[in-house]
């Protein structure tokens, strides 16, 4: 079980405060103290949180592995993502023919706060047995 920092809240001169955002536990609410910037850029992205119950002193120590979700990613130059490319598009397809569709693992992956993803697991990934389809 790891420790998170957790920072308080801080009055500044102007009267205005400066928070830190908090984490707690998926399954009964704790505070675990400070989110990390992994889960920042998750959030940002609009993608679940991780299951931090293995964090929590109460769930703990019955809490299982986290599961892996599977993401799809598409991957290809900005242009061709954005559409702005002048390549041809098959017919009822989102992007054109330079791109190409992948599935990771969300919870092994490593995901910047742009969107970018940083580093892929390959799905179906192999650091856990339990997968969710």
Known sequence: MSIRTSTPDRTNPDGSTTI???????GCGTHLG???????????NGLPLPDVR???PACGPTAPEP???????VDGDE???DGDCDH???????????TSTHTVCLTHSTIHSGGAI???EPW?????????P
Do not use: F, W
């Open 118 to 120: 940083t580093h892929a």
């Open 34 to 44: 400070d989110v990390t910037e992994q889960e920042m850029a998750r959030g940002i």
């Open 67 to 73: 599961r892996c979700l599977p993401l799809s990613t």
């Open 79 to 81: 242009a061709c993502l």
């Open 88 to 98: 041809s598009i098959e017919p009822g397809a989102d992007y054109c023919t330079n």
């Open 54 to 56: 293995r964090e929590c």
């Open 124 to 132: 179906p990934c192999q650091h856990s047995k339990q997968t969710t």
């Open 20 to 26: 830190k955002m908090k984490r707690a536990c998926n």
